[in-house]
């Protein structure tokens, strides 16, 4: 029997680790490892297109899965390439693994053809970046990096040289048991003591929920009614916590709606669970803040905290919500629910024009359509820009959908690739890419990963000719809209081209039967929509500077927020809230 290699070495301990796929391009330097994939049948080797899809496509799949993902580059550019998609995944705390491939051994230092320095290069987008430098230390630096990924939640890169993934593996290397799962964490006992007597002094108590929430649904509920306090969320909070919520007050921050801004404000005590909302000037100064998150280099840096707690939200709540003092008075919570629905009842007596009927067709729409018509358990990937706002304000979440994007590193491009990655963790589950054409257009040629692998994945393009939220943020400015048109083809006959279903949408009353066919598809799809470029979104708070900035632009149809079927939840809210 022929001797193992270090390639096949570092597959089989991927596999190990539970890894299903490994994302990448070949290259001369990645050779031995996918051909150690090649004769592997626990893992399969996923070509794209471009390796920064590698990246998005893993991270996606982290995502989705919980579990550890991977993807690899070749030397030099080839694993340059994947740095803006571990970015994303870093920041998602997605458990990626990066295999950064890297130039001979001994060429290191001299200035050979491709030389990078990915050591020094993957240092800011990861938890762990190492180098393997001979056989012996692989099996050992290789488990550390997982472990590293799976138990601080993030990427960890391996560079490895391509002639030491040739050599010969050590026989009696050192392989431990794997951690593949994280613990949850419980606070402290003086955290708890604290937060419990800071609830029960407090009047009024908002909660405003991230993606720490996940999995503490019924938790969260439990002790906003035991409190009596509205519930807001940020955007990655939403898939987790704005379904089955009759304590729901919308969104705050720039994609925000309803009245999460207002109960975060007037409450005496904020808790914030589990998230780490980057638009501190939409968070209050002047109440008491409490935040609760596992990760405790968060803790703080957004806003001044009066205590900070280290631990998972779902373990924290189960020691608080026993202890706290139940409060009878609605007062602030009815008054904060009214708000909302009444926001929310003001965005659709303003808006009054016939969306149905409007050409081009607005963008609301769309997203209200596909909501509507997409499946309970669908995973939509979404694009940065204004993608975000309309995901934000009109995808429904019931327990069962996935909402992924680049919610945190906001990068372009990533509703495609993201959606390759949540695509082959489940052929049977309906995936859709809410995708910008400033965005698809900059990774397009991963669509043909679509077409290779028979992926069926659909594809939403809002197609408005424009990078729309640039424009905003221009308009913001009380600048002209310059740099910032697209002069694009006709995408749905490109896909044909590529052998996928394609229609193009320009009229509403199309809209519905192009969605169904390309639904009922069993292949790749792209609907091309034809979107109102002049179709804009502010925040349901904004500067007096920023009011400036729109008075000086040029005119734009400017919409104060869409509400989907969120106006019915928060209509269904009220029932409860008593009757003066």
Request: hydrophobic content about 40%; charged content about 20%; glycine content about 8%.
């Amino acid at each position: 029997m022929a001797k193992q290699n270090v390639a096949e070495q570092f597959v089989d301990i991927l596999a190990r680790a539970g890894v299903k796929r490994l994302y990448g391009v070949v290259g001369d330097s990645l050779n031995p490892v996918v051909d150690a994939i090649r004769r592997n049948s626990a893992i399969d080797w996923i070509h794209v297109r471009h390796e920064e899809t590698a990246a998005f496509a893993a991270g996606a799949e982290a995502q989705v899965t919980g579990s550890l993902a991977a993807c690899a580059g070749s030397c030099g550019p080839g694993n340059l390439h994947l740095i803006n998609g571990l970015y994303d995944a870093h920041r998602s705390m997605a458990p990626v693994l990066a295999l950064a491939s890297h130039i001979p051994s001994s060429e290191i230092g001299l200035g050979y053809f491709q030389e990078t320095h990915p050591e020094l290069l993957f240092q800011e987008c990861s938890h762990y970046n190492e180098m393997i430098s001979n056989p012996e230390q692989m099996p050992r630096l290789l488990q550390t990096a997982i472990q590293h990924a799976i138990g601080r939640g993030g990427v960890s890169v391996v560079t490895m040289p391509g002639d030491i993934a040739s050599k010969p593996a050590p026989e009696k290397s050192i392989e431990h048991a794997l951690v593949t799962t994280r613990p949850t964490v419980r606070p402290g006992d003086d955290e708890i003591d604290k937060l419990c007597r800071m609830v029960d002094e407090a009047k009024r108590v908002t909660l405003f929920c991230g993606s720490g929430t996940a999995g503490a649904h019924a938790e969260v509920m439990e002790f906003a009614e035991k409190i009596k306090s509205p519930v807001g969320h940020a955007l990655r909070g939403k898939e987790w916590i704005q379904y089955d919520n009759p304590y729901d007050v919308g969104m705050s921050g720039l994609l925000g709606y309803g009245a999460a801004y207002e109960a975060t404000h007037e409450c005496d005590l904020l808790i914030l669970l589990g998230t780490d909302f980057p638009y501190n000037a939409f968070l209050p100064d002047d109440v008491k803040i409490v935040q609760v998150d596992v990760r405790p280099e968060r803790l703080g840096r957004r806003s001044k905290l009066d205590l900070a707690v280290w631990g998972d939200v779902r373990e924290t709540l189960r020691c608080l919500t026993p202890r706290v003092k139940p409060k009878s008075d609605r007062k602030f919570l009815d008054r904060m629910l009214k708000k909302h629905a009444n926001a929310l009842e003001g965005v659709v007596k303003a808006y009054t024009r016939k969306v149905e009927k409007h050409v081009p067709i607005h963008p609301e729409y769309v997203a209200s359509v596909l909501d509507e018509m997409a499946d309970e358990d669908a995973v939509f990937t979404v694009d940065t820009g204004m993608n975000n706002v309309w995901a934000a304000r009109y995808l429904t979440p019931n327990g069962r959908r996935r909402v992924i994007g680049s919610f945190s590193h906001g990068s372009m491009a990533n509703a495609l690739p993201q959606a390759i990655g949540a695509q082959f963790t489940d052929l049977d589950r309906q995936v859709v890419a809410m995708s910008g054409d400033g965005g698809f257009a900059m990774l397009m040629g991963d669509f043909l990963t679509l077409v290779q692998y028979d992926l069926p994945v659909k594809v939403v393009l809002f197609n408005n000719s424009s990078l729309g939220m640039v424009e905003l943020e221009m308009l913001v400015a009380g600048l002209p809209s310059y740099g910032t048109t697209n002069k694009n083809p006709d995408f749905a006959a490109i896909a044909r081209a590529a052998g996928a279903y394609g229609v193009r949408v320009e009229k509403p009353k199309q809209l519905q039967g192009a969605l169904k066919d390309a639904f009922k598809y069993k292949g790749p799809a792209l609907v091309d929509v034809v979107t109102d470029p002049n179709a804009l979104s502010i925040p349901p708070k904004i500067s007096a500077d920023m009011v400036t900035g729109f008075a000086l632009s040029a005119s734009k149809i400017v919409l104060d927020g869409g509400v989907g079927r969120m106006l019915q939840m928060a209509r269904s809210n009220l029932r409860n809230v008593p009757r003066p």
